[in-house]
């Protein structure tokens, strides 16, 4: 059974830093894209990252480039996300998944965590 949890969330100052993990466990995602998604109540979830099978490639949404870094460790099936420069407007719940086809910002993906939250105060 595939299975991808994320951890790392809680609850910041504005300014601050928050690095969220995702672990995956029941097979191994090493020649996959994975990418980091987050979720506001009301509002479609949104991309926020992506990484390839390697780490080669990255993209990021315009509203965290330069503040948020992806990356990821093959050995332990795991990504993550380092959150810098944190704002309140980044409070969210926070998703990891597993890129099947197409690209990092419309592709499809597939094998969701249940998510961690992310609260940044003013």
């Known amino acids: 059974q595939v299975q991808m949890v994320e951890s790392g969330g809680g609850l910041v100052q504005a300014g601050g830093s928050l690095r969220l993990s995702c672990a995956a466990s029941g097979r191994t995602f090493s020649r996959y894209a994975m990418g980091w998604f987050r979720q506001t109540p009301g509002k479609e979830r949104e991309f926020v990252a992506a990484?390839?099978?390697?780490?080669?490639?990255?993209d990021y949404a315009e509203s965290v480039k330069g503040r948020f870094t992806i990356s990821r460790d093959n050995a332990k099936n795991t990504v993550y996300l380092q959150m810098n420069s944190l704002r309140p407007e980044d409070t969210a719940v926070y998703y990891c998944a597993v890129l099947l086809s197409g690209s990092y910002r419309f592709g499809k993906y597939d094998y969701w965590g249940q998510g961690t939250q992310v609260t940044v105060s003013s």
């Open positions: 990484i390839s099978w390697n780490g080669g490639s990255t």
